[in-house]
Nanobody, 124 residues
Framework: QVQLVESGGGLVQAGGSLRLSCAAS????????MGWFRQVPGKEREFVAA????????RYADSVKGRFTISREDAKNTVYLQMNSLKPEDTAVYYC?????????????????WGQGTQVTVSS
């Protein structure tokens, strides 16, 4: 059974940085794309960033482009989300998820395994 565990969330002031980690276990990691999503209460889960299995391609939501960077380290079965220049509107629970082997996708329905989420709170 694949398990994804996020870490690295917390409270940070606007303009600050955080790096989220997502550690995978129980299955093959290196041949799947990975994604980060976020959700605030009362709203739908929204796409943040994704990376292909090779790490050769990435995609970002317009709201985070230029501020967030997704990367992966297959030797550690871990995907990262470096978040810089954080804004209060980035406050959410952040989830990592395993995507398909081929392609890179922004919609959550194609991701089959999800972590439990980590809270990010950005104060103004």
């Amino acid at each position: 059974q694949v398990q994804l565990v996020e870490s690295g969330g917390g409270l940070v002031q606007a303009g600050g940085s955080l790096r989220l980690s997502c550690a995978a276990s129980g299955g093959t990691f290196s041949t799947y794309s990975m994604g980060w999503f976020r959700q605030v209460p009362g709203k739908e889960r929204e796409f943040v960033a994704a990376i292909t299995w090779s790490g050769g391609s990435t995609r970002y939501a317009d709201s985070v482009k230029g501020r967030f960077t997704i990367s992966r380290e297959d030797a550690k079965n871990t995907v990262y989300l470096q978040m810089n220049s954080l804004k209060p509107e980035d406050t959410a629970v952040y989830y990592c998820a395993r995507g398909p082997r081929i392609g890179i996708f922004t919609y959550s329905s194609v991701y089959d395994y999800w972590g439990q989420g980590t809270q990010v709170t950005v104060s103004s």
